[in-house]
């Protein structure tokens, strides 16, 4: 009976109540942190198929051509390549405009490519002007072309897109921390009397806090759960609705989230029960009163 009665005090309404608000907390912060992390995802994304066309000369021969994609394939800056030969970009552009160029000058006007996709750290101007130079110390290279309005126009949006999202998650965590907050210190509030007096009779701090720390740490744990069982909902709706999300929301991506929601629920539900508990530890019996 008595076990029976602890289970009761102990996941009482006052225990529900405060993880289903912990959980909503929890649920906004964690929305924002996904936000945040598929941004960067998207941005990323974006970067990477942004690429640039090197043309290469009919000096170049098909094999060598072959071989100088392999080693720019080798460079740190290289995603992926594809090399699109002279016949490969004359019947391409014949089914884009639906005539054959050669027909009417009587010589293929196209030259072989080289395509590239650059890698996210090195789409931006600084760095692919340093490798428009390298790619341009070979002799038989023609030509790089690449969109240069375009990745300054991205690279520009991106950093206004992420400095605000950084703010949103900052001014969110901090609200959510105050919201957590609240919540605990109104159920320790309750218990303010309690605590006195097992002051009175002897009762040492550590001994008074332990079940109000493993109440709310079970909060937290409950809470965190909660939360992240919606937001991993919530992805894999996204996911079955438009698969080639799963290119933004990574499973490394969702576990970042489901993780950081769990750490930051156990430990500020812990650090917010410890700072409220302490605060009435402080006071004297009068002070209880006014509070």
Request: aromatic share 12%.
């Amino acid at each position: 009976m008595i076990m029976v009665k602890r289970a009761d005090n102990f996941f009482n309404m006052q225990f529900i109540t405060s993880s289903i608000s912990t959980t909503l907390v929890l649920l906004l912060l964690g929305m924002v942190v996904f936000f945040v992390l598929s941004a960067n995802n998207l941005s990323n994304y974006v970067r990477e198929n942004i690429g640039f066309t090197v043309l290469v000369s009919d000096d170049m021969k098909e094999a060598e051509a072959l071989k100088f994609q392999e080693r720019l394939n080798a460079e740190a800056y290289v995603k992926e390549s594809a090399y699109i030969s002279k016949e490969q970009a004359l019947k391409e552009q014949t089914e884009a405009m639906g005539t054959d160029p050669a027909e009417f000058l009587g010589y293929n006007p196209f030259t072989a490519s080289i395509e590239i996709k650059l890698n996210a750290a090195y789409a931006n101007s600084d760095s692919i002007a340093w490798i428009e130079k390298e790619i341009l110390s070979n002799k038989k290279v023609m030509e790089v072309n690449y969109p240069q309005d375009l990745i300054d126009s991205v690279n520009r949006n991106i950093q206004r897109v992420s400095m605000f999202l950084i703010g949103l998650a900052a001014l969110l965590t901090f609200i959510s921390f105050a919201l957590i907050n609240n919540t605990i210190r109104l159920a320790v509030y309750s218990k303010r009397f309690l605590i006195h007096t097992m002051k009175l009779v002897g009762a040492s701090w550590s001994f008074i806090r332990r079940p109000f720390l493993m109440r709310n740490l079970w909060v937290g744990v409950l809470a965190a759960m909660m939360a992240d069982a919606v937001l991993l909902g919530l992805a894999y709706m996204l996911v079955k609705y438009e698969p080639q999300l799963i290119e933004i929301i990574t499973p490394s991506t969702l576990l970042a989230v489901l993780a950081s929601v769990f750490v930051f629920g156990v430990i500020i539900t812990w650090m917010c029960a410890y700072i409220s508990i302490n605060k009435y530890l402080r006071m004297k019996a009068g002070e209880l009163y006014y509070v």
